[in-house]
């Protein structure tokens, strides 16, 4: 995707709430959608995945949701930590692609 | 769990000089891919590598070239290097696309290249 500079969104939450980050995607033949969450200096980390056949998918403190009609995915943080602070970014792809197209970063901070 | 490995971790060159990034995947990762992200901008695929082939090509300068060797790991060459280059380039590496699916990619922690 296009990158437009050094300055990422930012979500700022108190310790302990929830945080939802958005994404929107623009390929209607991405069928498989990531969640990457990147520390400064670090690579990305796999966080969560859904395939296009579900629009809601859980892991631990983590949530997937997928509105194919409106080529939209958000990831839900619950019980926000201070170790959740950084940026993720979200990433789609074909089933029978290679690479990765990523969305823009959003940078979560975390306050106590 | 085993993950990514990539050597050398920080790199500094001269412009027009040469680089050369490695990429150890996964154990059983027959696929590797490598990323370029820019300060403060999301990661762009440049090539990808599947049983030794290369399988995708994205925005990868005509200067750069890559391969996969038969213990799968991958090496990205870079020549004439520019300003421009300074960047940290990830590989990642999965399972080879299966019947139906892609699999999850998994990253390093990438090379961070200064061209100075």
């Known amino acids: 995707g296009e990158s437009v500079g050094l300055h990422l969104p930012t979500l700022s939450v108190q310790e302990g709430d929830n945080s939802i980050i958005n994404c929107a995607y623009s390929?209607?033949?991405?069928?498989?959608f990531i969640w990457y969450k990147q520390e400064s200096g670090k690579g990305p980390q796999f966080i969560i995945d859904i395939r296009s056949n579900m629009d809601k998918r859980q892991g631990q403190r983590v949530t997937v949701l997928l509105n194919k009609t409106v080529k939209h995915l958000s990831l839900q943080i619950a019980a926000t930590q201070p170790g959740d602070s950084a940026v993720y970014f979200c990433a789609e792809n074909t089933n029978s692609g290679y690479a990765l197209n990523f969305g823009k970063g959003t940078s979560l901070l975390v306050t106590p | 769990a085993a993950g990514v490995i990539q050597s050398p971790r920080h790199l500094i060159k001269e412009k027009r000089e040469t680089a050369t990034l490695k990429c150890y995947p996964i154990p059983r990762h027959d696929t590797v891919y490598w990323y370029q992200q820019g300060p403060g901008q999301d990661p762009q695929f440049l090539i990808s590598?599947?049983?030794?082939?290369?399988?995708d090509k994205g925005s990868i300068p005509d200067r750069f070239s890559a391969q996969q060797f038969s213990d799968y790991h991958s090496e990205l060459n870079m020549s004439s290097l520019e300003l421009g280059d300074s960047a940290l380039y990830f590989c990642?590496?999965?399972?080879?696309?299966?019947?139906?699916?892609?699999?999850?990619?998994?990253f390093g922690p990438g090379t961070r290249l200064t061209v100075l």
């Open positions: 990642a590496s999965s399972l080879g696309p299966g019947l139906e699916y892609t699999d999850t990619q998994y």
């Open positions: 390929n209607s033949a991405s069928d498989y």
């Open positions: 590598f599947y049983e030794k082939m290369q399988s």
